[in-house]
């Protein structure tokens, strides 16, 4: 059957253009999912606004249209990212309204102004008048323009906010604020690390275990062989060893953002695309362009590195379990594979278009069909080991997690049908096929 590629798992816009997850949180009985969108060009064009989707459960989901425009002076050329905060029955939303001064500007060190702007809302659709928190004149004078997509927490009957920025001598950094009120901040200090980019994007700030952990989307980080493949990388420091790990090594992936579900897990959703990319999506011929990875849950894992794994909720979707032999057996989209490592070294191929190999430390992801791939052709991974792999396969996504969500690969992939044939070496396989999620439009 020719795939339509409408995926079942993942979150898409029904046209426009899909980005960063913003304002994610939990909310009087429901998940709520915002993110940037451009609903009139499927190539990002024109109003850079927020859309929204709300779930009960992460398994069915409605999409309430979209909420926020750039309709003040404070953010006329777009509502970029940011985040919610739920405080008693009110739900914060926080964001940066960007704005372009007309003129011979470079926007990096003049022309560009970035506000920091709070909207509430008592239904997570229903908004009221925006506020405008911070402008750029209160942001360090070393910064450039380039100062956006706040994070705010509590901690010890305190307020915190991180905000992502870029120095005049072209440093990534955070910048953190305090307030007593949410609404009147005042600047604490800068966390920076030496040779990590020249800009931080998306930051977020929460603990695990006892430590601390900063999430950051840096631009500029020097591409090397087994690291920072990607035009741009996203990942986590340490703050406590100071380690910078990569959230996700394969083609699509950036601005991650994590909560708090109501039993306390962490939830991490992520943008499956990323900007500036020299690759393709054919979706954007028929209207829409991208997707959100699939909620993940974050634990702690050994030495303070960060485990991945898809959320409980979608074992609900799981309708048949199948034993593969590794010898071709055909397999309908979307399936959850799970497999172990016989050896030191493994093969799994899927349709002769995609194949994954581990083979003296080295895990691989090399797209052997150009038209599935549109572009992309290979990323690696060093690793010790690799005794587990799991293969989360929508109708044009691949989530690969190994070694129990240590290390995990989001890519885009496109076959031309929804039935694929999966060949392994070396691995014990077990696939579940899965029924679609739910996803109401509302004839949006």
Known sequence: MKNDFRQDLHLEPQKGWLNDPNGLCFFKGRYHVYFQYAPDSAKGAGNKCWGHFQSKDLTSWEFTGTVLFPDTPHDRNGVYSGCGFVKDDTLYLFYTGNVKQEGDYDYITAGREANTILVTTKDGVTMSEKKVLLRSSDYPDYCSCHVRDPKVWEQDGTYYMVLGARTLDDKGCVLIYKSGDLENWEFREEVHTADLGYMWECPDRFTMGGNEYLSISPQGVPHEEYRFQNVYSSGYLNMKTGVYNEWDCGFDFYAPQTFTAPDGRRIL??????????????????????????????TEGAGGRLLRNPVAELEKLVTRRTELNGSGEQVQLPFDLAASAQSDSFELDISNAVQMTFEDGIFTLKFLDEKVGCGRDVRRVKLDSCDRLRVLADKTSLEIFL???????????????????????????????????EVDYLGK
């Open 403 to 437: 070694g129990g969500g240590e290390n995990v690969l989001s890519t885009r992939f496109y076959p031309p049908a929804t039935t694929v044939t999966v060949t392994s070496r070396g691995l014990n396989c077990h696939a579940a096929e899965l029924r679609a999620m």
């Open 269 to 298: 959703i992520g943008w499956m695309g990323i900007g500036d990319i020299p690759y393709s999506n054919p979706t954007t011929e028929l209207g829409w362009q991208h997707c959100l990875t699939v909620p993940c849950e974050v």
